[in-house]
């Protein structure tokens, strides 16, 4: 059974950090894409960040230099660095993956992590 578990949310000022991570686990042949995917109370989930498995990034507009993702494809881990949060990054952050297993390649979801901006 394949997971994904995200960590590293939680409370902080505007202008703060947070690093998240996403931990996979389970029978993997191989993970392609990762990205991270965020939900506001009210709105629909959206895209945050995205990285192959070359490393190639790609950023939403909203938080193009200020969140930078990353992977460590030995530890199947991905990460995104958040730096001077703004209170509209507010909401459920989401790991995503195309992850390859023995019955194929499937999109994985994890459970999401709680990011609260709040002075």
């Known amino acids: 059974q394949v997971q994904l578990v995200e960590s590293g949310g939680g409370l902080v000022r505007p202008g703060g950090s947070l690093r998240l991570s996403c931990a996979a686990s389970?029978?993997?042949?191989?993970?392609?894409?990762m990205g991270w995917y965020r939900q506001a109370p009210g709105k629909q989930r959206e895209l945050v960040a995205t990285?192959?498995?070359?490393?190639?990034?790609n950023y939403a507009d909203s938080v193009k230099g200020r969140f930078t993702i990353s992977r460590d494809n030995a530890k199947r881990t991905m990460y995104l660095e958040m730096n001077s949060l703004l209170p509209e990054d507010t909401g459920v952050y989401y790991c995503?993956?195309?992850?390859?297993?023995?019955?194929?390649?499937?999109?994985?979801w994890g459970q999401g992590t709680q990011v609260t901006l709040s002075s």
């Open positions: 389970g029978s993997i042949f191989g993970i392609y894409v």
């Open positions: 995503n993956a195309d992850i390859v297993t023995a019955g194929g390649r499937w999109n994985y």
């Open positions: 990285i192959t498995s070359g490393g190639s990034t």
